[in-house]
């Protein structure tokens, strides 16, 4: 009888065992259910996002460096195309930072202003690579990168809306870019205010949770794990006759007259026709005079400046632009459809928008792609040491 009821016994506890559901054990011993960033956590750690700190734990509370936020980042979105890459890489983060900087995402920030890579050697600065991220250095990081996946608040929005939603947006030392930046982060809903009251507080220093939340928040946001858009190079375009040739006259090429206004519509135009991220290199990239169809020798970021022109203006437009050196005096000239080049690089960039400290621009060959919006401000300018604006009107 004894024995009966022992089977009886384990027979019940083995059903019980397969009816009940199994409770998944949390990734990282110091996350908890309970804790504010707990799904947002999970989310990264099982798609591979991050990794823990050993011993089971995540540290949460503790500082994500600048490296290991950009190594987030780049696993989220070009985590497949990385592992194409079968480059040797000296330091761990020498192929998340070389990723993220041929592909735009260090622009303007401190990291991405120091030598990438030299004879085969990583030449990242380790002291920054190392120390904890600011949350506007996050701010300019993500907008790097949403403003080539996603539609961005529109200028108006982020000036005269967004702005007044952030009491320290011009409190502390961040520049016109990095105010930007902050600015449409924010109306997207990827980084949020630190208090009731909206501050931002872009010189705190984030921390691995924070990070883990603002990530997913992005993922949400673009909808799915993606690299930047490429689009048809320039030989399909002149053969395809998407690029639009007419006699240079009085009128813009359209016919409209020639106001700021109208030069900027006119520009814009082209974002459908070199959008963010075409491939646009000194090898890649010529203009071509569609009168004679040779190559004229110019490429890269001079050749788009030039084919701009001849969008805007007409034919012959570039050749009579009016040269003015730039200085303290000549930058509050500067105005849509000038074609800015900045000799000591050199490069060139076309303007979109004209402000008192700063330009925003379209450009070729910038970390070999083409590139709207960036921000070019007058300190930044005026560091050159020559620099000359050529302006068709």
Same mark, same amino acid.
């Given at each position: 009888?004894?024995?009966?009821?022992?089977?009886?016994?384990?027979?019940?506890?083995?059903?019980?065992?397969?009816?009940?559901?199994?409770?998944?054990?949390?990734?990282? #011993?110091?996350?908890?259910?309970?804790?504010?960033?707990? !799904?947002?956590?999970?989310?990264? *750690?099982?798609?591979?996002?991050?990794?823990?700190?050993?011993?089971?734990?995540?540290?949460?509370?503790?500082?994500?460096?600048?490296?290991?936020?950009?190594?987030?980042?780049? #696993?989220?979105?070009?985590?497949?195309?990385?592992?194409?890459?079968?480059?040797?890489?000296?330091?761990?983060?020498? =192929?998340?930072?070389?990723?993220?900087?041929?592909?735009?995402?260090?622009?303007?920030?401190?990291?991405?202003?120091?030598?990438?890579?030299?004879?085969?050697?990583? =030449?990242?600065?380790?002291?920054?690579?190392?120390?904890?991220?600011?949350?506007?250095?996050?701010?300019?990081?993500?907008?790097?990168?949403?403003?080539?996946?996603?539609?961005?608040?529109?200028?108006?929005?982020?000036?005269?809306?967004?702005?007044?939603?952030?009491?320290?947006?011009?409190?502390?030392?961040?520049?016109?870019?990095?105010?930007?930046?902050? *600015?449409?982060?924010?109306?997207?809903?990827?980084?949020?205010?630190?208090?009731?009251?909206?501050?931002?507080?872009?010189?705190? &220093?984030?921390?691995?949770?924070? *990070?883990?939340?603002? &990530?997913? #928040? %992005?993922?949400?946001?673009?909808?799915?794990?993606?690299?930047?858009? %490429?689009?048809?190079?320039?030989?399909?375009?002149?053969?395809?006759?998407?690029?639009?040739?007419?006699?240079?006259?009085?009128?813009?090429?359209?016919?409209?007259?020639?106001?700021?206004? !109208?030069?900027?519509?006119?520009?814009?135009?082209?974002?459908?026709?070199?959008?963010?991220?075409?491939?646009?290199?000194?090898?890649?990239?010529?203009?071509?005079?569609?009168?004679?169809?040779?190559?004229?020798? !110019?490429?890269?970021?001079?050749?788009?400046?030039?084919?701009?022109?001849?969008?805007?203006?007409?034919?012959?437009?570039?050749?009579?632009?009016?040269?003015?050196?730039?200085?303290?005096?000549?930058?509050?000239? /500067?105005?849509?459809?000038?074609?800015?080049?900045?000799?000591?690089?050199?490069?060139?960039?076309? %303007?979109? $928008?004209? *402000? $008192?400290?700063?330009?925003?621009?379209? $450009?070729?060959?910038?970390?070999?792609?083409?590139?709207?919006?960036? /921000?070019?401000?007058?300190?930044?300018?005026?560091?050159?040491?020559?620099?000359?604006?050529?302006?068709?009107?």
């Amino acid at each position: 009888m004894k024995n009966k009821f022992i089977s009886f016994l384990l027979a019940s506890v083995m059903t019980v065992s397969m009816v009940l559901p199994v409770q998944a054990a949390d990734t990282f #011993r110091d996350v908890p259910k309970g804790h504010w960033a707990y !799904n947002a956590i999970e989310e990264m *750690a099982d798609q591979g996002i991050i990794s823990g700190m050993g011993n089971g734990k995540f540290a949460p509370d503790g500082y994500v460096t600048t490296a290991q936020f950009v190594s987030m980042l780049m #696993r989220m979105f070009f985590g497949e195309e990385m592992a194409m890459d079968d480059t040797e890489y000296s330091i761990w983060y020498g =192929k998340v930072l070389q990723w993220a900087a041929e592909n735009g995402l260090l622009y303007k920030m401190e990291i991405g202003s120091i030598n990438r890579r030299a004879s085969g050697a990583e =030449k990242w600065n380790k002291a920054v690579a190392n120390a904890p991220i600011y949350r506007e250095e996050v701010a300019v990081l993500l907008y790097n990168y949403l403003k080539q996946n996603v539609a961005l608040p529109t200028e108006d929005t982020l000036r005269n809306v967004t702005a007044a939603k952030i009491p320290d947006l011009g409190n502390h030392d961040a520049t016109v870019f990095e105010q930007f930046a902050i *600015a449409a982060v924010y109306e997207l809903g990827c980084l949020s205010g630190t208090d009731k009251q909206g501050t931002f507080s872009g010189d705190q &220093l984030m921390t691995r949770a924070q *990070a883990c939340a603002v &990530l997913s #928040r %992005v993922q949400k946001l673009v909808g799915k794990a993606g690299s930047t858009t %490429v689009g048809a190079d320039w030989v399909k375009l002149v053969e395809s006759g998407k690029i639009k040739q007419e006699l240079k006259g009085e009128t813009l090429v359209n016919g409209a007259e020639v106001t700021e206004k !109208n030069v900027a519509s006119r520009i814009n135009e082209l974002r459908r026709v070199y959008p963010q991220g075409m491939s646009c290199t000194n090898e890649n990239f010529h203009y071509i005079d569609p009168r004679t169809g040779k190559d004229t020798g !110019n490429s890269g970021c001079y050749a788009l400046a030039m084919y701009i022109f001849d969008h805007v203006f007409g034919y012959g437009s570039f050749y009579e632009a009016k040269a003015v050196n730039l200085t303290e005096g000549s930058f509050g000239s /500067i105005k849509p459809g000038d074609h800015i080049r900045i000799k000591d690089l050199p490069h060139s960039i076309v %303007v979109l $928008e004209a *402000a $008192e400290d700063y330009v925003k621009v379209v $450009e070729g060959n910038f970390n070999k792609k083409v590139y709207w919006d960036n /921000i070019y401000t007058k300190e930044e300018l005026l560091g050159y040491q020559k620099v000359t604006v050529y302006s068709a009107y």
